[in-house]
């Protein structure tokens, strides 16, 4: 029976990898088609959040059919009740990448991308986090996830720099303040994705340790 079990903890973590990939792949998507222009691209990032969707549904079928009959207990029920979690930022992480390339559809301008310098380094810096916070949840990383947790301080110091870049384009040119509103709600979007990674990594912690933001839960 424990063979079994750990064999469904091995196809569930495999299930969350699987499903980081497809968020990462559309974050990178998403400003492969800011940078080309590539509007079809795009689209496809948000048509794909729908499969991101039909993951997270499978993944939490495969939780509750493993609580169900399983039965867990102790540090196996923390795991797949973390499972549970991770799921939901990951599923909130798509639904931002989507929101960016919606709005991507809605700028459409050949030079809109290299207005503001540092949303590309956010953008990857930002992707980052949520690979490295999947993969310590996956091996139980404490030391990894809190590292991770630090470097939010990254994306939110780049999030104050695109703030400052959009100020600069307003005072320079007030013809593109819509623009830099739109500018200014994707790096909002990044901001919050960097926050869906953190939680993520809290998530590690509570699994490995029981306890979520120093407070003993389970």
């Not at 930022?89 to 798509?94: A, F, N, T, V, Y």
């Amino acid at each position: 029976m424990r063979i079994t079990y750990e064999h469904e903890l091995e196809e569930l973590n495999k299930c969350l990898r699987d499903m980081a990939m497809m968020v990462e792949k559309a974050i990178e998507q998403t400003f492969v088609a800011f940078e080309d222009q590539n509007y079809t691209m795009a689209e496809d990032v948000i048509k794909g959040d729908r499969n991101v969707n039909d993951m997270e549904r499978a993944i939490e079928s495969r939780c509750l059919s493993l609580i169900l009959r399983q039965q867990p207990v102790a540090r196996d029920l923390r795991q797949i009740s973390t499972a549970l979690k991770v799921v939901t930022d990951l599923e909130r992480i798509g639904d931002h990448a989507s929101d960016i390339a919606e709005l991507i559809l809605r700028i459409k301008s050949d030079h809109a991308y290299h207005i503001v310098q540092h949303l590309p380094a956010m953008a990857a810096s930002a992707q980052k986090m949520v690979h490295d916070a999947v993969e310590a949840f996956i091996k139980q990383d404490v030391e990894e996830a809190e590292e991770i947790i630090r470097r939010d301080d990254e994306v939110d110091a780049l999030f104050n720099q695109v703030k400052s870049d959009v100020v600069e384009l307003l005072k320079s040119a007030p013809s593109h303040a819509d623009q830099g509103i739109d500018l200014l709600m994707i790096a909002k979007y990044l901001e919050r994705i960097g926050d869906h990674a953190v939680n993520v990594c809290e998530w590690t912690q509570f699994c490995k340790t029981g306890a979520l933001k120093n407070v003993r839960i389970m």
